[in-house]
């Protein structure tokens, strides 16, 4: 086993059906929603790309992927890391002796640890990440995790989790990671001021726009979840509160309704709606009026507005097909339809997290098609005969769709942009229209080269 930092791999991936009691009460929703259930052949990327954002979120942290070569190609690739960069994430290669039992991959293991961690003494929390060839030899990264954190605390925490191919998708890498941090949170039994938590990874300059308005909205105790830094973890307890940032951290928020903490239901943080809703359900928790939320948030909503309103003219009136990929879908759809004036074909996404995205279906048309799951022949017949002015799609549709004459988003875009917020709404709106803009000056150059041709 050795040490590399870093061919993309896109794979099918099997999504399992995974009902609770939380969700019961949504079913006749969904069902009025004519939701499509399908399964079959998936084009998404494995959980090992979350670590892309994960790694700059917490800055104290190390993700060492327990995996092959291709497994270091994907990180390097989709990071866009230089050769000399020290980025503070590595693979720990599984060579052909590791898979052949002529080496202890637990040895093997340890040794590639104990060189990292004397390499870079500033790591204060170790992630060991498991991937499909890890899986395949049944390397138990449990117990590894368990055995090296007996060595090396209390200087540095040694946690682990799965971000194989084989069971998620890409943004499942993230959900995956913070749940395994939620068991090292700090518990306070004695809790008596009601605490907000937001969770899911955001870029620093939006926790610190959301910090300001929590503050102007009269929210005073809140806390980021992931943290900065792996010692700054939040405390919970019996009067903590949480709000989902991103719709596909499902098991984190059910570990943290297992430590007792409870889930407030809200859209998403995507454009004007979605921000103000987000905010003042928050409000209401801590008792709040809509009046001072509005009243505070009013100028925020307002230059939001405008901003959006730039990219109006150029989406308002289009088609838009979403081909299922980070689990962003349902509430960038919501987005697009009620503030840009898009035509919704389709939504397609991985999975439908029911207590989640309750609130954004509902804000949907109720004859928009919302899809769960993948059957990627299936849906690409449906998407080429519905003739779409935009497709919202993986790396590995696009360059196929924009053969054939499509104009095409790239999904995973929407993923390392900034994204949240009403600061970012304009920004949000134009990553839409940016490849429309892009297919009308196409479109010009090559009329106008037709008119050149033609005066000759």
Known sequence: MTVDTGLIDEVAIKFDTIDNKSNLGHEKILEEKNILKEKG?????????GIVWLHRKIQDAFFLVVGSRTCAHLIQSAAGVMIFAEPRFATAIIDDKDLAGLADANEELDKVVSQLLSRRPDIKLLFLVGSCPSEVIKLDL????????KKYLPDVKVLNYSGSGIETTFTQGEDACLRSLVPEMPKVDNQVNKKLLIVGTLAD???DQFSRLFKKIGIEDFAFFPPRASSNLPEIGPNTVFLLAQPFLAETALELEKAGCKHVTAMFPFGVEGSYEWFLSAANEFGISESKVK?????????????????????????????????????LARFLQNELGMELLEVGTPYIHKKHVNKEISKI?????????????????????AKPD??????????????????????????????????????????????????????DLNHSGQFIEDLK
Do not use: M
Request: aromatic residues 8%; charged residues 25%; hydrophobic residues 40%.
């Open 390 to 443: 935009l497709i919202v799609c993986g790396l590995g549709l696009a360059n196929p769709l924009e053969a054939k004459g499509f104009t095409t988003k790239w999904a995973i875009e929407l993923v390392f942009s900034p994204i949240h917020g009403f600061d970012q709404a304009g920004d949000l709106a134009e990553l839409f229209a940016r490849p429309l803009n892009r297919r009308n000056k196409l479109e």
């Open 365 to 385: 048309s109720s004859d928009v098609q919302i899809s769960e799951g993948q059957d990627v022949e299936s849906q690409l017949d449906r998407c080429t005969n």
């Open 295 to 331: 009243a505070e948030l009013q100028p925020y909503i307002n230059r939001a507005k405008h901003a959006v309103d730039k990219s109006l003219e150029l989406l308002n009136g289009k088609s838009v097909f979403f081909f299922p990929d980070s689990q962003l879908e349902i509430p």
């Open 205 to 207: 300059v939006i926790e």
């Open 41 to 49: 052949q998936r084009e998404v990327f494995c959980g090992l790309t």
């Open 142 to 149: 449990s117990n590894a995790a368990a055995r090296l954190c």
